[in-house]
Every structure is written in structure tokens, then in C-alpha cells.
């Protein structure tokens, strides 16, 4: 039958209430919802609260959609609010001892040096206000359980405590006062599989900026990791197939950079406990490395007379050819600024924009009297984000400098002379440059060819002197 046919049939009969509809004296049908339908029912005392719970929760999340999509935080609102919490953040480590409050403008000050930092651009000229420190304030370290020379030294970050390593394979750990803390004994040659510690000469050492590792490396290639506190090893690696000659950590993370004779960097993520990478490029023993707060690190070549800035995002290097015959080391004053030395005792200040060093001192220890030869310079440390440099050699002084910045030239000029007698292996500075940490020894840590029956292998802990 066709459709309009029926659709006449069907008109003027009134329709059936469906079984979903109820009559209603008072008004025209209506039709009940299921939660209605179950209200007319008797309901007990739990089953209202769960009712009224329910619609309670149903608003209460359109509510909350309604919001989220009314409150979506633009990026330019996400810069506001982080500033907000980062200025908040700075206010509440504000030290008990400082009665004054925090004005805005050291806020101002303390982001403005973040942020110039964070960009390899923080520079303080502090070194002017160094003076000649007073000999009597010296503190000599020396431990029974480190008798041989002292071959490096680390400073944690919040200048709590220092480390020493030396050639009878030990690692000391002391307070900044003087306390001996801690120690890990050295071991024979052949017990590698069954000693906790390192059994062949301490070359580097190197602690995390927050303080949980202490990373060191030895003469046969081996790299420890340690609890800092508890010095508890937690890992032992072996890639390298020669010496280590220096660690270094990036400055606010975990990944740790090491060099060594056999010519290669590598790099390791200490939270996942592995090695990362390798990095090549030198043709002879690297004898130095740095690193600071970008994804790269600096390293020196020896006699091959390279200094190369491994840029690991990027998957580039820059090289730089010394004047040196030997480059023996290398340290950062900034990211882009960084001080070279070398076995015929001269001392190079460079920079990343300049292939050549902007300056070079010859003979910055003087001449050896016998032979008429250049002082080997065997340490340098730098204090970074500033000017202030010191200097270790042979000739029974440290030499304090300063770099000089003048129209785009950088340059060095001597502060001061500190009287040490015995080789200067290492050295490094407190983060705040209040102390100058110095490993002392009667051999030079690579070899045994010059000796200082005067000099005592030990730690001195050198006080440094602000005028007033």
C-alpha cells in the first residue's frame, strides 16, 4: 500500500500513551526519567546520600571543565606566573642571619646574573680586591693514610668538604676545617675483581654540583663512582684503555665527561649508571678537560698542540691550535673564555670567537736555575664567571692573576705570589672563592724524574685575603 495511503488511515485516531508515560489529573502527560521513576520508590537513608553525592560530583565536573576551558594559560601567562614563583623562591632562601629583608632590586640583580650565566655572559671583576693572604692561616692537611704525593683535588659545591687523591691509589675525604671525614684505601695491582677502591695511582677527580657523586679515575683506565657522603662505591666502569687524565661534570646534571691517554672522551649518564658516547678528534693524549653548564666540554691534547670544544647537540667540534709546545691543561673561566698552560711554563688566555690565544705569558714560573730551563706549570685553577686565576708550578710559588678585559682583548696580569714549596699537582677554588684548596707533592703526579726532599705531600688549604 503506498505511503501516503496509510499515512491517511492513521489520521484523527488518537494515540496510545506509551507505557513510558503516567496520567496526570492536574495536567497533560509527562514523561519520567528512570531517576524519577526510582525517587517514587522508598529510599533509604544511604541511598539519598549517594543520590545527592552523584549530582553533586556530575555539577562539580562541568563546573571544572567550564573552568579548565575558561582558564587555559597562554605562554606569555606561563612566563609570568614561573617569574612569580622563581622571585618567591629567591625571597625564602634568604639566610636567618640576614635581618634585612630582600629588596626587589637584589631580586633584580640575582636574575639578571641567572640569566647571564645561563648565557656564558656572567663576568665579576673581583680580583682587584684579593690580597696577599696571611701565611699563619694556612691549614696543612696530612693524612697516615696518604704518604705518597698528592696527584688532585675536588671541592664540593657547597664548599663543605674536599677530596684528595694521590699515587698510593687512596682517596681522602676532609671537612673544609681541617676534619678527616672518610677514606678509601688504595689497593695492589691484580685485586681489581676483589678491592673496593682504585689499585693504581688517582689521576682526576671530580664531584656533582648537588653533591650526591664523587667520580674518580686512575692510572689504569678505571672510573669509580662513589656515594659522596658515604664514599659507598656504586659503580666502576672500563672503557678507556689507558689512563684517566681528568673528569668533569656539567654543572646541574648527572652526565659526566672523561678524558684520557688513549685519545678519547666519553661520556656517561651516572642516573642510568651507562655510557653514552664516544668523542674523537685528538691525535694525541688528552691531558685536560672542563666543563660547565652547556651540553659540551673542553679538552687539551698534549703534544699534538689542540684544544677542542666538543658541542654534543650540535655534533660539532671546535679546534684551536696552541703556541704551546704542549698543551698540559686546560680551564674555564666562562663558556666562551678559557686558560691554557703548557710544559714551557707559559700561560695562554683564549676565547671561542678567536682561533689564536689573545694573549700568552712565556716563563710565567721563571727559569729553573740549573739548566736555565722554563718551570713546567703543572695546575691552574680558575674561579668561574670572574677574573681571578692562580697558577702551580715547581718553583715553590702559586701565582694569583688577573684577567684583564680590554676593547675585546683578554690578557693577564699578576696580583700576587704565594709561597708553597713542592710541586703543585692541583688545584681548585671554592665556589665563592673564599679558599684556595692546593695538592702538594714532592713528585710530579705523572712521573718520578724531579723530587722535593723539602716539600711534604699534603693538602693546603690557603684562606684567601679580601681588603678591606
Known amino acids: 500500500m503506498p505511503f501516503f495511503i496509510r499515512g491517511r488511515r492513521n489520521e484523527g485516531k488518537p494515540k496510545r500513551p506509551s507505557k513510558h508515560h503516567l496520567k496526570s489529573k492536574d495536567g497533560p502527560l509527562k514523561k519520567k526519567s528512570k531517576l524519577e521513576a526510582g525517587l517514587e520508590e522508598e529510599i533509604t537513608s544511604e541511598e539519598d546520600e549517594e543520590i545527592e553525592n552523584y549530582v553533586k ?16 594559560e597562554t605562554a606569555q601567562e606561563k612566563k609570568v606566573r614561573l617569574a612569580r614563583e622563581y622571585i618567591q623562591e629567591l625571597r625564602e632562601q634568604k639566610t636567618k642571619e640576614d635581618e634585612e629583608e630582600l629588596d626587589d632590586e637584589a631580586v633584580t ?23 696577599q693572604p696571611d701565611l699563619n692561616s694556612f691549614r696543612f692537611l696530612k693524612s697516615k693514610q696518604q704518604k705518597l704525593p698528592i696527584t688532585c683535588v675536588a671541592v664540593s659545591h657547597d664548599n663543605k668538604f674536599i677530596f684528595s687523591g694521590s699515587k698510593d691509589c687512596s682517596i681522602v675525604k676532609y671537612s673544609i676545617d681541617g676534619q678527616r671525614l672518610g677514606h678509601i684505601p688504595g689497593g695492589r695491582k691484580g685485586t681489581e675483581a676483589v678491592h673496593i677502591g682504585h ?91 672542563d666543563s660547565y653548564m652547556r651540553e659540551s666540554c673542553i679538552t687539551s691534547g698534549g703534544r699534538d698542540q689542540a684544544i677542542i670544544v666538543y658541542m654534543i647537540v650540535e655534533d660539532k ?27 714551557e711554563g707559559s700561560l695562554g688566555v683564549w676565547t671561542t670567537l678567536k682561533k689564536r690565544p689573545h694573549s700568552v705569558i712565556k716563563a710565567a714560573h721563571g727559569l729553573q736555575p740549573g739548566n736555565g730551563q722554563p718551570n713546567w706549570i703543572c695546575s691552574v685553577a680558575t674561579l668561574i664567571n670572574t677574573d681571578l686565576v692562580a697558577s702551580g708550578s715547581m718553583d715553590g710559588h702559586i701565582r694569583v692573576w688577573k684577567v684583564c678585559f680590554d676593547k675585546g682583548l683578554r690578557f693577564l696580569e699578576l696580583r700576587f705570589t704565594i709561597p ?22 714532592q ?13 711534604k705531600n699534603s693538602i693546603v688549604v690557603i684562606p684567601m685575603k679580601i681588603k678591606e
Open 420 to 441: 708553597i714549596p713542592g710541586i703543585i699537582n692541583s688545584m681548585a677554588f671554592t665556589s665563592t672563592g673564599s679558599h684556595l684548596v692546593v695538592g702538594v707533592g
Open 317 to 343: 667540534q671546535l679546534r684551536f691550535v696552541s703556541p704551546h709546545e704542549s698543551v698540559e691543561g686546560v680551564k674555564l673561566l666562562d663558556e666562551k673564555t678559557f686558560v691554557t698552560f703548557g710544559q
Open 57 to 72: 560530583g556530575k555539577n562539580n565536573n562541568e563546573r571544572e571543565g567550564k573552568d579548565i576551558e575558561e582558564n587555559v
Open 109 to 131: 640583580v640575582r636574575l639578571r646574573e641567572d640569566a647571564l650565566e645561563a648565557a656564558g655572559k656572567l663576568h665579576k671583576s673581583i680580583a682587584d680586591s684579593y690580597i
Open 199 to 289: 689499585t693504581s695511582h688517582v689521576y682526576a677527580l671530580a664531584v656533582s654540583s648537588d653533591g650526591k657523586f664523587l667520580a674518580s679515575g686512575d692510572e689504569q683506565g678505571y672510573i669509580c663512582i662513589w656515594d659522596m657522603q658515604a664514599l659507598k662505591r656504586l659503580k666502576r666502569f672500563k672503557k678507556h684503555r689507558s689512563a684517566i687524565s681528568g673528569l668533569a661534570f656539567r654543572r646541574g646534571t648527572h652526565t659526566l665527561y672523561s678524558a684520557s691517554h688513549d685519545r678519547l672522551v666519553m661520556v656517561w649518564n651516572l642516573d642510568a649508571m651507562a655510557f653514552v658516547e664516544n668523542l674523537g678528534g685528538h691525535q694525541d693524549s688528552i691531558t685536560g678537560i
Open 443 to 455: 713528585e710530579h703526579k705523572l712521573g718520578r724524574w724531579y723530587k722535593d726532599k723539602i716539600a
